[in-house]
T-cell receptor, first 115, second 111 residues
């Protein structure tokens, strides 16, 4: 299995531009998670989906952030408009929802720089 | 969410065992103890998890105290590749799937 695939790996953009991050979860997994990691705040969950439905978006910073999961094999995280404070590494993870395990598999991340 | 406490950093020598502690005094009876690690410039990866009994897998062992208020991740022979930040996380499988990552323990392995 190829694992969780994120694109792009690096993104440099200017303040005010729209940014779209993409994620392909592991085939057969039914939960998908978006995390953000910064030096100041560490690794924090933004939103997660189960069976393509958003379950918990309490970590989404503000209305500039939106996430979608149109089908079981694809999700996007969009920032519009982007700001310098959005600079971070964004990770996508997926899991097979299991009462005993909840093991999450992470992608390599997208490093976003907003100038 | 029940909280965990870990040392900020630890050091080890290559090929020696490493014991990474985690305190979770407010753990509930249904919380699983998960360990993840994050190698430099990579996403976190699952290491091991357990509920009450000690657990072993190809990566590590997890020793859980009898009262479950603490646990220890054991790397039997540290290698340079084990240098990473190790996170101890509690999760109740019947509730939210969210994992709350703390600051973890940064493990340095000396050659």
């Amino acid at each position: 299995d190829a694992g969780v695939i994120q694109s792009p790996r690096h993104e440099v953009t200017e303040m005010g531009q729209e940014v779209t991050l993409r994620c392909k979860p592991i085939s057969g997994h039914n939960s998908l998670f978006w995390y953000r990691q910064t030096m100041m705040r560490g690794l924090e969950l933004l939103i997660y989906f189960n069976n393509n439905v958003p379950i918990d978006d309490s970590g989404m910073p503000e209305d500039r952030f939106s996430a979608k999961m149109p089908n079981a094999s694809f999700s996007t995280l969009k920032i519009q408009p982007s700001e310098p404070r959005d600079s971070a590494v964004y990770f996508c993870a997926s899991s097979f929802s299991d009462l005993a395990k909840n093991i999450q598999y992470f992608g390599a991340g997208t490093r976003l720089s907003v100038l | 969410d029940a909280k965990t406490t870990q040392p900020n950093s630890m050091e080890s020598n290559e090929e020696e065992p490493v014991h990474l502690p985690c305190n979770h005094s407010t753990i509930s009876g249904t919380d699983y103890i998960h360990w993840y690690r994050q190698l430099p410039s990579q996403g976190p990866e699952y290491v091991i998890h357990g509920l009450t009994s000690n657990v072993n897998n190809r990566m590590a062992s997890l020793a859980i105290a009898e009262d479950r208020k603490s646990s220890t991740l054991i790397l039997h022979r540290a290698t340079l590749r084990d240098a990473a930040v190790y996170y101890c996380i509690l999760n109740y499988p019947g509730g939210s799937e969210k994992l709350v990552f703390g600051k973890g323990t940064k493990l340095t392995v000396n050659p």
